[in-house]
């Protein structure tokens, strides 16, 4: 009898603990803070006639999320801006540019029973660029707008915190200039490997 009441006391407590815990309400809010790092493909496209390399780059990532539904939610992702080096042909120092990528995804959290969170996500990005450098001459990159997807994984810590790996791609493509003049487009489609901590209002 004790066996029995000690087992069903310890299955109604951990029913009460993960209940709570892995709930995504409708009119939930999620805030998450971390570190991203943005790594574009390795080709990216044909600048002046020169294959064009575009390094990567570390920084903070911020994310807003607000529920629509239960397991489905509208986030914005925002991050302080990253840096990148432009090289073309391997050896020439074309410059180097900062830029925003702010996106709207539209998340489905899949239900689960355990303290293991999965998701996914598509949505719109609009990539920013700004203080372009170049010895070379006027460098300007258009700003992009394009498809965004994301796959993550919610680990939960406490009832309502979280910490989160996800990994997105971004469809980023960018029309160039040298003082004035189209040299062509470069095509970044970087990936964002990310680790937040996301917590719950």
Known sequence: MTKTLAALTLSTALVALAAPAMAQNQGDWTVGIGIGYLDPKSDNGTLAGLDAEVDSDTRPIFTAEYFVRDNLGIELLAATPFSHDVTLGGS?????????PPTLSLNYHFPTNSAWKPYVGAGINYTIFFDEQSDLGDLELDNSVGIAFQAGLDYMVTEKGAVRLNV?????????TLDGVDIGTAEIDPWLVGVSYVHRF
């Open 92 to 100: 020439i120092d074309a410059g180097s540019v900062k830029q925003l």
């Open 168 to 176: 997105r791609w971004f469809d980023i493509d960018s029309d160039v």
